[in-house]
């Protein structure tokens, strides 16, 4: 598979001496100095080989919206392919058909306001792809493009003139960036990205993992981003939303993959994270819905860390569900799941707990006023706290804000240790504790005034 795509090469071929001493990228997402970046916007195409940065409009590229852009841009990326290099687009609107995006190129815009890739008429393909992807996709190959990047544009799938398909971008790559980057409008997914199961990369190997950051994913007609790998990859501070899937989409060989900082919102969108992965870490991330499911989980030893998961009461028709444990892929699945949130406002339940397969830890801070009439009469059966029943294996413990309100706190079975009597519990408490007596051990009840009532003595 290498020999047919030169490009796809293992990491320990792709570093490149040239890139290093004259301001290019060692690994993904290193970038260019400033000089070399300001270097590079002058010179005739002849001129590129030996340097960092490659202008697209040195090889005839328009960007005025109008022309068919495809074979320019296509030059210059190809221009920077024998030696690894920085393709640069200055401010503009490209039309372009497919670009094949090769290894060690650094696709670097003038900003997401200023730099706009658009896909021609009728192309009904991605904007940017990696070589070989039909032939890689769904074989688990430890091939495909690496140490790449691309930064500071956006990409427009411009759906409306391409009714048959378009993506933003589609990979099958690893040990890859993508910087501060819009894409929308696209008939399919705003970025697809995939990969194998593969650990084992030959050194000297910086990394395998894709990091992506400050992306900006919305009203694409499929997810917004349906990450498939490659695993263990990190995401900070990317947004979606009014995607027609879902927002996130962590599944296939992404386990591991960790997501900080990130938002996902929208009416259309049906899920806003959906956690098909194992093992997937969401840390101070937010899911921001108007019906559908806030965050979903079907693979095992997911955590869905701070952040919050909010609804708009939304009236119908279907759902509104903050939190949703789901039937995995393999029995008994998911396990280990780990919550600690906070969930607010979501019409059906703030938690399902249907699929949930035990030893997980479900703690969230609910606020569920349901849905009211016309006449603001609350509608029975709205604004739960949970529906579903949890695995006895699972320690739960969701309270709400509302006094009229049931909490449910559940601790499966736990050991008191032996102690001398505690100091006596505030007013309004009970305080729990074993002590031993006589060589037998109590369980015993202290109230506030300091009274102990023996609850089972050993026999």
């Known amino acids: 598979m290498i020999d047919d795509y030169p490009d796809m090469q293992p990491a320990a071929r792709v570093v490149s001496r040239r890139a290093a001493l004259t301001g290019g990228a060692l690994a993904a997402g290193a970038g260019a100095t ?50 690894g290099g920085i393709v640069l687009l200055p401010p503009g609107t490209y039309l372009t058909r497919r670009l094949t995006l090769h290894s060690r190129i650094h696709l670097r815009g003038s900003g997401g306001d200023a730099t ?88 000297p190997s910086h990394q395998m993992e894709a990091r992506l950051s400050g992306i900006r994913s919305h009203d694409n007609d499929g997810h917004g981003i349906n ?94 569900v903050g939190i949703q444990l789901v039937a995995g892929p393999k029995p008994d699945e998911p396990t280990g799941t780990m919550i600690d949130t906070k969930v607010m406002n979501c019409a059906t339940a703030a938690v399902d707990f249907g699929g949930e397969r035990g030893s997980s830890s479900i703690r969230a801070l609910f606020w569920q006023p349901g849905v009211k009439d016309k006449q603001g009469v609350p509608v029975p059966g709205t604004g739960l706290g949970w529906i579903g029943t949890p695995d006895p294996t699972t320690q739960v413990e969701l309270t709400t804000g509302l006094g009229d309100r049931k909490n449910l706190v559940i601790r499966p079975a736990f050991d008191l240790r032996v102690q001398a009597t505690p100091p006596a519990p505030a007013a309004d408490a009970v305080r729990v504790f074993a002590r031993k007596v006589g060589g037998r051990t109590q369980l015993c009840a202290l109230f506030p005034g300091g009274a102990v009532q023996v609850m089972a003595t050993e026999p």
């Open 34 to 83: 400033a000089a070399g970046v300001i270097a590079g916007w002058g010179g005739s195409p002849e001129g590129r080989a030996g340097e960092a940065a490659f202008n697209v409009r040195d090889f005839g590229a328009a960007g005025d919206g109008k022309a068919d852009d495809t074979e320019k841009l296509q030059a210059a990326i190809d221009a920077a392919r024998e030696t």
């Open 227 to 320: 990450f498939t790998g490659p695993h263990d990859s990190m995401f900070l501070n990317c947004l979606t939303f009014q995607n027609r899937d879902s927002g996130f989409r962590i599944a296939g060989n992404s386990p591991g993959t960790l997501m900080v900082n990130c938002h996902a919102w929208g009416l259309d969108q049906n899920i806003a994270f959906d956690l098909a992965a194992a093992h997937v870490s969401c840390m101070n991330c937010y899911a921001d819905l108007n019906g559908g499911i806030g965050v979903r989980i079907s693979r095992s030893g997911c955590r869905w860390i701070g952040g919050t998961v909010l609804g708009y009461n939304h009236a119908g028709p279907g759902r509104e």
């Open 116 to 203: 706009v890739l658009k896909l021609w008429p009728a192309a009904n393909t991605a904007i940017l792809e990696s070589p070989g992807f039909d032939k890689l996709t769904g074989t688990d190959s430890a091939d495909g493009t690496t140490l790449f990047s691309v930064r500071d544009l956006t990409l427009d799938g411009n759906k409306d003139q391409n009714p048959n398909g378009g993506y933003g971008m589609r990979l099958y790559s690893y040990a890859y960036e993508i910087s501060d980057v819009i894409v929308f409008n696209c008939r399919n997914d705003g970025i697809y990205s995939e990969w194998g199961t593969s650990s084992a990369l030959p050194a």
